[in-house]
């Protein structure tokens, strides 16, 4: 299937976004990227907000859809890996979350959205919680796994944001993996015995 | 004491920052809020760096007297306390985390700087895990201390980003008194009985 124009204006644009941040770059700047003329790119997208509203929208989307399957976590290791490919949705759109002082402001429609998706995602990892709770990977009580939920739904937003404090990441891919693991270690204190050798073993992989 | 040109000038700028984001707010906006000319703003700071570089500066350093007082520590309401004044100076100076990609990609050597900060921040953390443990507050092996150490700061660094993610938290202030019970939460499995009944106190006052 061939490329449209659009999708290679918002492939460019999200690309520009992600490297330089929201604030720095213009419809230009991305028009520029892509050797084609402010006219063109406004003939797909009047604004920058077009642009960006589109680019949230797929990043909701794919966000939805990865939590279609939290169903069907029952064991440590299945959350490990839903962890790790929303970790890797996070990175791939990773100026939504990062740039999100500037685009509340700038969009306060998407500003709402956020909001939206945070309560949306606290919910949806209280459930969780509740969830490995009833299937005896880990043991919370229901205040326990409110807790446990906003630590993990704050680890998921901003732990990509929190890599570039770290000294030595420069340049260096963010790891989805790791970020993964590092979010379950927020749950480690209650997990049963019998699942704990899966986190023994991301334990070796991580800190070895 | 008279406050000076240059104070009301660093003040201006650190209310515009705060409000407005750090990419939104030119020498000219500062001038202009003070009713002050861009030659007399320009006498004192030549360039938004060295304002920017001024105000990081001081917050370093009010960290870092914050941190002198760690070796006090020796109960959980001693590290509630702490946490809470290190929240309220991060409030203070809250666009210097919160705009921080932003910030180390027009003033790389700030960037390093927050790098170092994060790196010291790690140190002090674990030091201080360690020396709770010492004191028989909580109990953690050396690589739980690493791994708490690895929590606190994330936390510390990212929390008040994260509150404009929270619904219902538009222009609320921050409450750094609840930041401060939330990161103690991350400690909670691994405090020891007799330390348990402050964290019950603030639990109560808090999730209440």
């Known amino acids: 299937m061939a490329t449209t124009t659009r999708d290679r204006i918002l492939q460019a644009s999200l690309a520009l976004f992600n490297a330089?941040?929201?604030?720095?770059?213009?419809?230009?700047?991305?028009?520029?990227?892509?050797?084609?003329?402010?006219?063109?790119?406004?003939?797909?997208?009047?604004?920058?907000?077009?642009?960006v509203t589109v680019l949230f929208w797929r990043f909701e989307q794919k966000l939805e859809a990865l939590a279609g399957g939290v169903e069907r976590i029952a064991a440590v290791d299945d959350f490990w890996l839903a962890l790790h490919l929303q970790f890797e949705t996070i990175a791939e759109y990773r100026f939504i979350y990062r740039d999100m002082a500037f685009l509340a402001r700038?969009?306060?429609?998407?500003?709402?959205?956020?909001?939206?998706?945070?309560?949306?995602?606290?919910?949806?990892?209280?459930?969780?919680?509740?969830q490995l709770s009833a299937s005896g990977v880990l043991q919370a009580s229901s205040e326990l796994a409110r807790i446990l939920a906003l630590q993990i739904v704050f680890t998921t937003t901003c732990w990509l944001s929190f890599e570039r404090f770290m000294p030595g990441r420069d340049g260096r891919d963010t790891d989805p993996?790791?970020?993964?693991?590092?979010?379950?270690?927020?749950?480690?204190?209650?997990?049963?015995?019998?699942?704990?050798?899966?986190?023994?073993?991301?334990?070796?992989?991580y800190l070895g």
Chains 1, 2 share one sequence.
């Open 106 to 130: 700038e969009y306060p429609e998407l500003g709402r959205r956020a909001q939206a998706l945070t309560a949306g995602n606290l919910l949806a990892a209280q459930a969780l919680v509740a």
């Open 177 to 205: 993996g790791l970020a993964a693991f590092y979010t379950l270690t927020l749950i480690s204190p209650y997990i049963s015995g019998e699942s704990r050798a899966y986190l023994d073993y991301l334990k070796s992989k």
């Open 20 to 51: 330089d941040g929201l604030a720095a770059v213009s419809t230009h700047k991305v028009a520029a990227e892509l050797g084609i003329s402010p006219g063109n790119l406004h003939y797909h997208f009047k604004t920058k907000e077009q642009m």
